[in-house]
C-alpha cells in the first residue's frame, strides 16, 4: 500500500492506515462512540471497543505466533468452507490468512464509518477457486456490523461455507450463559457430532464445548454477569451457530493462547455450514450479516 493509497481511504480522525510491527497493515477505526482495529489480512477484525465499556473481543497473545497465520481471537472470517477438510487443506479456508484489497472507506454519519474489503481474484485462482466476487463490509458504530456479500460471476454453480468466528471477551467462563438456543438441534462435536436438542434457556458453559446448532436464525445473547452486560448477536440469512470453548486441556494445545485464557473467551459465531452451506447459480449473490451490540445487563438479588 503506497502514500496514495493510505490518503485515499484514511479519513481524518475516523480512519488511519498503518503498518505494525512485523510490516503488516492494519486499519485504526475511531468514532465518538466506539474504537476498532481490522487488519488487511485475512480482513480479521482483531478489536472492537465502544467507549466506558470493556473491549467486546477477546484476542489472544499474538506475539507468540506468526501473524501470517490465523490467531485465536478477533473475528476471523471463515471461506469459503468451515472445520476442517482433506489433511492437505487448511482449517477454515484460505481467505482468513491471506492479504484482502481494502477497496472504499465511507463516513456514514458522525457517528458510524464503513471499510470494505474484497478478497482478490488472483487468490482464489491460486487455491483452485473460481474467481467470484467474494467483499466484507465492516460497519463501526455504536455498533459493530459485518457483512459478507458473494457474487458468483461464473457461469457454474458455486457451493461455499462461511462463518464470522466470532471470539468474546468474557468476564469470566463460569458467569457466562448463553440465550436464544434453546430447543435447537445441534451436532456435538466433542462426542463425534452426535445429534442433540437443546434443552437450556440459558446454557452454562462448564467445560470443553464444541457444537454446531442446526438452522439457528434468530438473535442470541450472551449474559456475563461479572461484566454486568449482554453481548447481542442479530444475524440475516445465518441457519448456522457455532459455540465454542477448548477449556483447559485443549487450550494447552493452541500456541498462542496463555495457561487461562479459556476461562477468558466464548465463541458464538454466525455462518452457514454443512447442510446449511451456500449454494449460488451463476449470477446469484448473497450476503450474510451479524451486527454486534452490548446493552448493560440488570441483575436482581
Known amino acids: 500500500m503506497n502514500s496514495h493509497l493510505l490518503k485515499k481511504f484514511s479519513i481524518p480522525n475516523k480512519i488511519t492506515l498503518s503498518q505494525d510491527a512485523h510490516g503488516f497493515w492494519r ?6 462512540l466506539s474504537t476498532a482495529e481490522i487488519y488487511l489480512q485475512g480482513a480479521h477484525v482483531t478489536a472492537f471497543q465502544k467507549k466506558g465499556e470493556e473491549p467486546l473481543l477477546f484476542m489472544s497473545a499474538s506475539h507468540r505466533m506468526d501473524r501470517a497465520h490465523m490467531l485465536h481471537g478477533g473475528i476471523p472470517l471463515c471461506f469459503p468452507w468451515f472445520g476442517n477438510r482433506e489433511a492437505e487443506l487448511l482449517s477454515h479456508g484460505f481467505a482468513r490468512i491471506n492479504l484482502w484489497d481494502l477497496v472504499e472507506t465511507k463516513e456514514l454519519s458522525e457517528n458510524e464509518v464503513s471499510l470494505r474489503f474484497q478478497l482478490p481474484h488472483a487468490v482464489l485462482i491460486a487455491a483452485g477457486w473460481p474467481p467470484l466476487t467474494a467483499e466484507l463490509t465492516v460497519i463501526v458504530g455504536g455498533a459493530l456490523t459485518l457483512e459478507l456479500r458473494v457474487h458468483n460471476t461464473t457461469e457454474e454453480h458455486f457451493l461455499y461455507e462461511e462463518c464470522f468466528h466470532s471470539y468474546f471477551l468474557v468476564s469470566d467462563i463460569s458467569k457466562a450463559t448463553i440465550h436464544g438456543l434453546c430447543g ?20 452454562p458453559i462448564k ?11 434468530g438473535s442470541l445473547e450472551i449474559h456475563d454477569a461479572g461484566f454486568q452486560r449482554i453481548i447481542r448477536i442479530e444475524k440475516t440469512n445465518s441457519r ?7 477449556w483447559k486441556e485443549k487450550a494447552r494445545t493452541i ?19 454443512r447442510e446449511f452451506g451456500c449454494k449460488l447459480a451463476p449470477g446469484e449473490a448473497a ?3 451479524a451486527r454486534l451490540s452490548t446493552l448493560r445487563l440488570i441483575t436482581s438479588y
Open 207 to 217: 467445560g470443553e464445548i464444541n457444537r454446531i446448532y442446526l438452522n439457528s436464525t
Open 184 to 203: 435447537l438441534t445441534y451436532l456435538d462435536k466433542v462426542e463425534d457430532l452426535v445429534a442433540k436438542v437443546e434443552s437450556f434457556e440459558a446454557l
Open 255 to 273: 500456541p498462542d493462547f496463555e495457561a487461562n485464557d479459556y476461562q477468558k473467551m466464548l465463541c458464538v459465531e454466525s455462518g452457514n455450514i
Open 287 to 289: 450476503t450474510m450479516q
Open 240 to 246: 448456522s451457530t457455532v459455540v465454542w470453548n477448548p
Open 27 to 32: 486499519a485504526a477505526v475511531t468514532t465518538p
